[in-house]
C-alpha cells in the first residue's frame, strides 16, 4: 500500500493532501512530496490528512521530520484531520497547530490575513492622516 498526494497553493497557504495508508513503503513518496512543496511555495502548509486511513510510526517520523524540514527553509506545518490516536510518540513530539478538518484549517488562515488586513490598512490609515496633519499646517 501506498500513499497518493496533491498540492495546491490558497492564496499564499499551500495545502498537502495526503489519502491512503503512510507507512513504511510509503515514506519515501511522501517525503518527495515535501520536496514538492518546498520548491513551490513560500508560506504555511497546511498538511490535509482526511483522506488517511492510517499511518505507521515511520509515517509519524516522515511527518515530524517534514516538519522540521520546512522549518529549516522558513516555512511552519500545520495538521488536519489527523488519524484517531496518538499522532506521536514522545520522541517524536511535535509542537504545531492541529486543526480538527481542512475547512478549520483554512478558516484559521483566512482570519489570520482579515486581521494582517485590518492592521496593514489602520497603519497606512495613520500614515495618511499624519501627512494630511502635516500638510494642513502649511496652507
Known sequence: MTIEWRYTEEQNVGVLSVAGYLGPAAVHRFSG????????????????????????IEGRRAVAEAARSLAAHGRSLELSAIPAGPPFA????????????????????????????????????????????AGAGRH
Open 33 to 56: 512530496a515535501v520536496g514538492w512543496v518546498l520548491a513551490r511555495g513560500d508560506g504555511p502548509v497546511i498538511l490535509d490528512l482526511t483522506g488517511l486511513r492510517a499511518w505507521s
Open 90 to 133: 514522545n520522541r517524536h513530539c511535535l509542537d504545531v497547530p492541529v486543526h480538527p478538518d481542512l475547512s478549520a484549517a483554512r478558516a484559521t488562515h483566512a482570519t489570520r490575513r482579515a486581521e494582517t488586513a485590518d492592521r496593514a490598512t489602520s497603519w497606512r490609515r495613520l500614515v495618511c492622516l499624519a501627512a494630511e496633519a
